[in-house]
């Protein structure tokens, strides 16, 4: 069974840098799309970036420019590297993957896609 463990977050004011690393376990077959979900308090969940098996990534528009995706498959780690932060960047961010049996289709900021969820790992910004 698969798992995925959140960390990295905390607090840092606008215009600083996180990184944000997911810890994956429990698979020994098969491809994971993963993706980075972000949620705040009262809103909605937020795709906020995706990787496929061959490294292809996608972004929200809202990020493009400052978050990279990336994956380490050795280290079995997905990483989000968060620079030039701002507020409304604060919020509870998910590490999400799917189980393939041979290789990610397609990258997606849908949180439907997915079926297996982290805790989350909380990333405040202060202006």
């Known amino acids: 069974q698969v798992q995925l463990v959140e960390s990295g977050g905390g607090s840092v004011q606008a215009g600083g840098s996180l990184r944000l690393s997911c810890a994956v376990s429990?698979?020994?077959?098969?491809?994971?799309?993963m993706a980075w979900f972000r949620q705040a308090p009262g809103g909605e969940r937020e795709g906020v970036a995706a990787i496929r098996t061959d490294g292809t990534t996608l972004y929200a528009d809202s990020v493009k420019g400052r978050f990279t995706i990336s994956k380490d498959n050795a280290k079995n780690t997905l990483s989000l590297q968060m620079n030039s932060l701002k507020p409304e960047d604060a919020a509870m961010y998910y590490c999400?993957?799917?189980?393939?049996?041979?290789?990610?289709?397609?990258?997606?900021?849908?949180?439907?896609?997915?079926?297996?969820w982290g805790q989350g790992t909380q990333v405040t910004v202060s202006s």
């Open positions: 429990g698979y020994s077959w098969g491809a994971l799309c």
């Open positions: 999400a993957a799917r189980l393939w049996a041979t290789s990610c289709p397609r990258s997606s900021l849908t949180g439907g896609d997915y079926k297996i």
